[in-house]
């Protein structure tokens, strides 16, 4: 049974344990404490690190240039220093490195050869052991490439629904809540598609062992008897809302769809990035010349 929050933790000090924490989860935590001590030790405003308007992105804000920083380190502030940023950054470690750690949700579609002039119009099938289960078009267990896929999805997905879908909801639901920040939203965004990905898992938070399905539920209701029954934890339901949304088109929609269809996937690109940052073979080559490239083919659809 893993422990969320409570007793654990293994020996060795604090650069150990960075340099033992998967690649994805490593940065994330990184620069989430660079950018927060920046804050805190006033050598960055927080008000430069923010994302409240779109003009600031755009170049058409106050300060007249285009600040697409925003566009990152809104996810990478955690807050003040203080219990609950010691809290929020302990909880985004603990179910990021686990979330990595026991193989992200793969989008990475499965790849064969081109067809080569002269070997006629076959093509060469995936076997048993590299197709998805229920004929999956993804690979059976998710890498580096796939987690960051999923995080950039979750962004993009929280900043469009917190500034076009937020504001039409009724006040009872949102509380005038306004958020600047989104390190909460991502953070529960893995939390949810953890959850959902490994349902049955036991977990201990608090002390109290419960299955891992209900475990973003756990901290919904935790956060709205903090708030005394008064407010819903908008930060918490929205990313929730938006691993929902991920869980749904990575897991079901090829179910729905069969025939090894999918409307996710990870770019080529990025799955190229991730290996070599970790000094694997990139994708595109895969052992063959460099003009012959790897292409997806599902369904006679062929795209990087």
Known sequence: MDNVFGAG?????PQQFFASLPPVTRIWLGSTLVVTALANLELVKWIDLDFSRWEDVSGRGHSGRIEAWRLITCFLCVGKFGFNTIIGLHLMTQISTR???MGPICTRRIRINPMRPGEGPGRVQPNNAQRGHDNSPYYPRGESSDYV???LFGMVGILLSNFLLLPKLPASITQNQFHRFFNRHLTFFVVYIWSKQHPHHMVNLFGVPLSAAYLPFSYLVIGYALNNGQMIPLDILHGMFIGHIYFYL???VPKVLGRGRALLS???ALVDLCHWFEGRDVA???GRGEDEPMLVEVDGIIGG
Do not use: D, H, R, W
């Open 9 to 13: 933790g293994g020996g060795g000090g």
């Open 99 to 101: 979330y990595e750690a």
């Open 149 to 151: 896929f999923a995080l």
């Open 250 to 252: 990575a897991c079901i």
């Open 266 to 268: 990870t770019p080529l």
């Open 284 to 286: 595109g080559n895969g």
